[in-house]
């Protein structure tokens, strides 16, 4: 039997089924067959399935039981070569990708599905055009050719394997979702907010604090409205300008602690409060929807639920199951150590190469033991910090590691000069906006006839919404940020095929921490896997460099006791 094959749902119902050469195209008849999860589990020799989109076809594969070893996402291929060619944004659906290939009008994607707590979608329900199993792979051998037409094929289809990876392992999280006592999280918000009054208006505390705010301004006074405090601010002659934290919490006026104490309040109320609890947590899970490649970087993101920024008060709600266990797994100090693999700076690579403090490491080498300022320069030099203390920091940083700081300067200087950004496997930066040709001659720069053309013309340093050193300093942080997420991915797929065999189960992933829900006797064994598969994406994604990627890992109940 062919260790690969594609799948499409039918438009009739069903599914069609097909094997695969190396060439990506059948290698045998199409099939149609009535049950998807039957044609899939009557295959336990296939490693890998091909279709148009995770999301469409996996979920109604895992509530069936049935789970896949391996998977290509045509759609998730598609964006991914699509920037790597400077045409970042355009159509990524397989239909759009068919019509391109043949020279037709290329269709816009469907808007993107909004969550729905709770809902059920129907076995295989068509988002989208359905595409024929053959036109699907006429797609499929086009994004063959078009990895192999790259600078670094190999990169490349390891970056569009990867990604498809992320594509399981974040159905799979969705399904199994992150263990919630709902309980515990109502005693929370009664705690922190006090009862809740008939209505759905504010809880008791937040009321209260309201008030505290209008007495000190001897007015009344809307906290949740910027505007009504800033006006209130102004009025008591005190200038600002927003009601941001840090703006604030400065100003000697009495509104100010209770406005803070309101704002912090206010944000759990709305964000992660009884609605939320209502929406999003049922039968003792907590069940957002990640999006694998959420974004332009390849972070993650998520369809509703706000489970990538949950306060640690409200994690307190995440228990594990009796008898089971929370593996909390952070990784240390990512970004400089990403940062040594991708520049090959001896320095910095024999420094990442220790699973101690690396900011430590780099403060004996360059700033005479102060931890804080190397921290400082480290991320200033990933982040674009390059004034004040920053370019001085950064100055001492690039004498000892010269190859680190060139190569995130290189990178800004391109972003800057609107040229494509690529992370170490072949993710792409999208480019700037290019210049039309009125914007082109103000800034006296003369369109040849052949440079009329969209894709030719001239870069025009902060051109309407796209400022030149802003991109710059995007481009610089996107190069080391970036390729953390392609390293993220391939430790997710370690790391999932690992865990296959066993009880325990990959709950919740953001950037650089990863929980696994297990039962407490395979804690130590979920630990050490997680060890090694960050050792092994490290070497897939880097190739062989003395670099690391330790992580701290906390075998806990509750996820707040993590950290």
């Given amino acids: 039997m062919a260790d690969r094959w594609a799948l499409a749902p039918a438009e009739e119902g069903g599914v069609d089924v097909a094997p695969l050469g190396p060439d990506g195209l059948p290698a045998g008849p199409v099939r149609r067959e009535a049950d998807p999860a039957e044609a899939v589990r009557s295959r336990p020799g296939v490693t890998r399935w091909v279709w148009r989109s995770t999301a469409e076809v996996y979920p109604r594969l895992l509530a069936t039981g049935v789970r896949v070893e391996r998977g290509y996402d045509i759609e998730a291929a598609e964006t991914l070569l699509l920037g790597h060619e400077g045409r970042y944004g355009e159509p990524r659906s397989a239909a759009a990708a068919l019509a391109r290939l043949r020279g037709g009008p290329v269709p816009p994607d469907p ?43 190999g990169r490349m289809r390891l970056l569009t394997a990867a990604e498809s990876a992320g594509m399981l392992v974040a159905a799979e999280m969705n399904r199994a979702g992150l263990p919630w006592r709902a309980d515990v999280h109502r005693a929370v918000l009664h705690d922190l907010l006090g009862e809740r009054y008939a209505g759905g208006g504010e809880p008791r505390r937040l009321a209260e604090l309201a008030d505290e ?75 957002p929807e990640f999006l694998a490649g959420g974004t332009v970087t390849g972070r993650w993101v998520t369809n ?12 307190r709600a995440a228990v594990a199951d009796p008898g089971w266990r929370l593996v909390v797994a952070d990784a240390d100090q990512m970004e400089p150590r990403v940062l040594a693999a991708i520049s090959r700076d001896p320095g910095l690579m024999e420094v990442a190469g220790r699973e101690t403090d690396l900011y430590q490491s780099v403060s004996d080498r360059a700033f005479s033991g102060d931890r804080a300022q190397a921290k400082l320069a480290v991320l200033g030099a990933v982040y674009g910090q390059t004034s004040g203390d920053g370019l001085k920091n950064l100055a001492a940083l690039r004498r000892r590691f010269p190859k680190a700081v060139a190569y995130v300067d290189e990178a800004a200087r391109a972003g800057e000069e ?146």
């Fill in 111 to 153: 808007p993107q599905r909004q969550a729905e707590p709770g809902a059920q979608s129907p076995l295989f329900e068509p988002r989208g055009t359905v595409l024929p199993l053959p036109d699907l792979l006429a797609v499929y051998a086009e994004q063959q050719r078009r990895t192999d037409a790259t600078a670094h094929p």
């Fill in 213 to 287: 705010v209008s007495a000190a301004f001897g007015r009344r006074v809307r906290p949740d409205l910027p505007a009504d405090v800033v006006r209130a601010f102004a009025q008591a002659g005190v200038k600002v300008s927003s009601t941001r934290r840090w703006e604030i919490e400065s100003v000697d006026h009495p509104a100010v602690e209770p406005l803070l104490a309101y704002k912090k309040l206010y944000r759990i109320w709305v964000a992660h409060g009884w609605s939320w609890l209502q929406d999003w947590v049922r039968d003792g899970r907590f069940r």
């Fill in 304 to 315: 509703g639920g706000g489970a990538l920024q949950i306060p640690k008060v409200i994690r």
């Fill in 418 to 563: 609107g040229r494509l950004v690529r992370t170490w496997l072949g993710r792409t930066c999208p480019p700037a906006p290019r210049a039309t040709d009125d914007a082109a001659q103000e800034a006296g720069i003369p369109l040849a006839e052949e440079e009329q053309a969209a894709d030719a013309r001239p870069w025009v340093p902060g051109y309407a919404s796209a400022d030149a050193r802003a991109r710059g300093r995007f481009a610089r942080n996107f190069v080391v940020q970036g390729s953390a997420a392609d390293w993220a991915l391939l430790l997710l797929a370690a790391l999932r095929r690992t865990l296959s065999g066993m009880a325990a189960e990959l709950v919740f992933f953001q950037h650089d921490e990863v929980i696994v829900h297990c039962p407490e006797e395979e804690a130590a064994t979920v630990v050490e896997a997680i060890r090694q598969a960050a050792d092994l994406a490290g070497r897939l994604t880097f190739g062989e460099t003395p670099v690391r990627f330790p992580f701290t890992a906390a075998v806990v109940e509750c996820y707040a006791d993590a950290k």
